[in-house]
Nanobody, 123 residues
Framework: QVQLVESGGGLVQAGGSLRLSCAAS????????VAWFRQAPGKEREFVSA????????YYADSVKGRFTISRDNAKNTVYLQMNSLKPEDTAVYYC????????????????WGQGTQVTVSS
């Protein structure tokens, strides 16, 4: 089984940037499609972005399109989420998730999850 660990979260002012990392261990992340989800207090977990195993196909939620960029470095066994122009409504715990096969926007489709990293955007 692949294990995932997120990092890079923190407190940032609106308009600022953060880069989240999702580091994999035990298995090569190159075999997995990876997605980022987020969950704010009192809300359901929502899809943010996903990337195919090769990195050639990416998907974004409308709310982050043009501001967030997902990428992967299979040699480093890591997937990244670059977040620019952050807004207070981006405040949430961010999770990375992995699955074999193609990407999906449904949380239930992912078998492997990290523990999450908190992102807080102040106004």
């Amino acid at each position: 089984q692949v294990q995932l660990v997120e990092s890079g979260g923190g407190l940032v002012q609106a308009g600022g940037s953060l880069r989240l990392s999702c580091a994999a261990s035990r298995r090569a992340i190159s075999a997995y499609a990876v997605a980022w989800f987020r969950q704010a207090p009192g809300k359901e977990r929502e899809f943010v972005s996903a990337i195919s195993t090769s990195g050639t196909i990416t998907y974004y939620a409308d709310s982050v399109k043009g501001r967030f960029t997902i990428s992967r470095d299979n040699a480093k066994n890591t997937v990244y989420l670059q977040m620019n122009s952050l807004k207070p409504e981006d405040t949430a715990v961010y999770y990375c998730a992995a699955r074999r096969d193609t990407t999906s926007q449904a949380p239930a489709a992912y078998s492997y999850w990290g523990q999450g990293t908190q992102v807080t955007v102040s106004s």
